[in-house]
T-cell receptor, first 113, second 116 residues
Framework: AQSVSQHNHHVILSEAASLELGCNYS??????LFWYVQYPGQHLQLLLK??????LVKGIKGFEAEFIKSKFSFNLRKPSVQWSDTAEYFC???????????FGKGTSLLVTP | DAGVTQSPTHLIKTRGQQVTLRCSPK?????VSWYQQALGQGPQFIFQ???????QRGNFPDRFSGHQFPNYSSELNVNALLLGDSALYLC???????????????FGPGTRLTVT
């Protein structure tokens, strides 16, 4: 079955540590890729997106993600996390021919001071 | 610029009852998608409405139905509620125009439905 996998369900980091959250998908055709973030008590917000072109995309708040087509991956990175990055992070994939977003189960990130 | 709004915020229903959830899209958007998010899971796509028609549907039973109005707002109806329908129901809006913007969805705060 087609799916989106996020490798880490819970991540705990100290402030200033580097972050990498994994995301793999199993769709074979053209895909559009997204990372969404949900801060405590807030709704889902778009962090960054990839449609085509440069596989390294930059988003808000210093986040970036790299699309590696051969690995079916779209990992999220941030060089130095802050306490305010504590949130739930969701990877989502849209098959180019459809309209649905297919989400992973999410990764809960806790950044400690 | 008004974002996506949903009502009500919380709802408690009894098994077997019917429920209607409402969504108003972000200003300038004409497409509405509905998602179900169970506890500890990512959102799951229910369906999408564009030009008052269901454009795509996910793997949900016919108990889940929807409607889009001429002003682009939308309703999600769930009949014969089951305990397993307890979840956060999210509405997302986007632009229905062709191209990349049609895939970029903006989410509302959700409606928390509890079925007892």
């Amino acid at each position: 079955a087609q799916s989106v996998s996020q490798h880490n369900h819970h991540v705990i980091l100290s402030e200033a540590a580097s972050l990498e959250l994994g995301c793999n998908y199993s769709y074979g055709g053209t895909v559009n890729l997204f990372w969404y973030v949900q801060y405590p008590g807030q709704h889902l917000q778009l962090l960054l997106k990839y449609f085509s072109g440069d596989p390294l995309v930059k988003g808000i708040k210093g986040f970036e993600a790299e699309f590696i087509k051969s690995k079916f991956s779209f990992n999220l990175r941030k060089p130095s996390v802050q306490w305010s990055d504590t949130a739930e992070y969701f990877c989502a994939v849209n098959e180019g021919s459809g309209y649905a977003l297919n989400f992973g189960k999410g990764t809960s990130l806790l950044v400690t001071p | 610029d008004a974002g996506v709004t949903q009502s009500p915020t919380h709802l408690i229903k009894t098994r077997g009852q019917q429920v209607t959830l409402r969504c108003s899209p972000k200003s300038g958007h004409d497409t509405v998608s509905w998602y179900q998010q169970a506890l500890g899971q990512g959102p799951q796509f229910i369906f999408q409405y564009y030009e008052e028609e269901e454009r795509q549907r996910g793997n949900f039973p016919d108990r889940f139905s929807g409607h889009q109005f001429p002003n682009y707002s939308s309703e999600l109806n769930v009949n014969a509620l089951l305990l397993g329908d307890s979840a956060l129901y999210l509405c997302a809006s986007s632009s229905g125009l062709a191209g990349w913007s049609s895939h970029e969805q903006y989410f509302g705060p959700g409606t928390r439905l509890t079925v007892t």
